[in-house]
């Protein structure tokens, strides 16, 4: 029988699970602790055989900046959450609620439709093939409640049916946005083509098409936030494959020289002198919304500097 291992952490306190068994909780969690708990794990599946699969993908995925120190891909799911979720999903007796949230993400089935006035309502399921976009816009022109400025912006390919006054919101927030981060996913699930393929379909379009985005002074900043937010965490889950590489720095200048800016003079300019006019309850949704998208961004980027504004 193996000896029993050196404990991960110094308790400060024990509590009972499930009637029987008792488990130590640390004092602090620190990234030490979190890391000790990884590397311990990680351990564990290259000894047995029939995980070793999550233990190789991990480790052939994994791969640090040297500049920025962050570890890559990162976003939601970091390397560990990716070689186990493709583990999960190719092995079905494995028991998993992912296999659920798999099908879910695919098929879209139980998932609520956020219907629009006149019946219409964006995708939500995520299709190998098929999807009504890229809808990519030369212009966007937001005011606040999502109403495109001028409807003579909407892209060409524009959805029948659906509410052509929000067509900036709905083409890269509601459409391309939540479809370019679900296709990302769809991509690590199976190891398809066809959703990466999807989804930088989506990144590319938006980088080599559109050259204006606002409004600044109305719903600009907060329209800007939510599609990048979604895009650099697609892209950054996709960025060892050879198009994710070379999509990548005309997608770093793209959100640098006309996304960015808009969040920038929000955050910095607008809402540091609204504070300082003493304006009360300045932090809110569009602050969480850019933050978002500025860690995302930062990540994505090896920006480092980025990061530490939205943090």
């Not at 409807?151 to 890269?172: E, K, L, Q, T, Y």
């Not at 999509?247 to 910095?268: C, E, G």
């Not at 995302?296 to 990061?307: I, K, M, N, P, Q």
Request: charged share 15%.
């Amino acid at each position: 029988m193996p000896p029993t291992p050196a404990p991960l952490y110094r308790a400060s306190t024990t509590f009972t699970v499930c009637c029987c068994k008792r488990q130590q909780v640390p004092s602090t969690l620190s990234r030490n602790v979190i890391n000790s708990v990884r590397d311990r794990a990680l351990s564990i599946l290259a000894t047995r055989a029939a995980l070793s699969s999550v233990h190789n993908t991990y480790a052939s995925i994994t791969s640090v900046n040297a500049a920025s120190s962050f570890v890559h891909p990162a976003g939601l799911s970091g390397p560990a959450e990716l070689a186990t979720l493709r583990f999960r999903v190719a092995n079905p007796n494995f028991r998993s609620p992912q296999l659920g949230a798999f099908s879910v993400l695919l098929s879209g089935e139980g998932v609520p439709p956020k219907t629009y006035p006149g019946g219409w309502a964006p995708p939500t399921n995520c299709p190998a093939e098929g999807y009504a976009g890229p809808l990519a816009m030369s212009k966007v022109q937001v005011l606040y409640g999502g109403r495109e400025a001028d409807s003579a912006n909407c892209p060409a390919n524009f959805p029948a049916g659906a509410p052509r006054d929000i067509c900036g919101h709905i083409s890269f927030v509601e459409m391309d946005g939540q479809m370019a981060i679900k296709q990302a996913m769809a991509y690590w699930a199976t190891s398809d083509m066809r959703y990466a393929n999807n989804a930088l379909s989506i990144i590319e379009a938006w980088t080599n098409t559109n050259a204006a985005f606002g409004l600044q002074k109305e719903n600009g900043p907060l329209e800007a936030g939510w599609g990048l937010a979604c895009m650099a965490k697609a892209l950054e889950l996709l960025r060892d494959l050879p198009r994710g590489r070379a999509i990548l720095p005309s997608f770093v200048a793209y959100v640098d020289n006309i996304l960015m800016p808009l969040m920038d003079t929000y955050v910095i300019g607008m809402t540091i002198t609204a504070l300082r006019n003493g304006a009360k309850n300045v932090y809110g949704n569009w602050h969480t919304t850019i933050a978002d998208a500025m860690i995302s961004f930062g990540v994505l980027a090896d920006d480092r500097g980025r990061y530490n504004i939205g943090t």
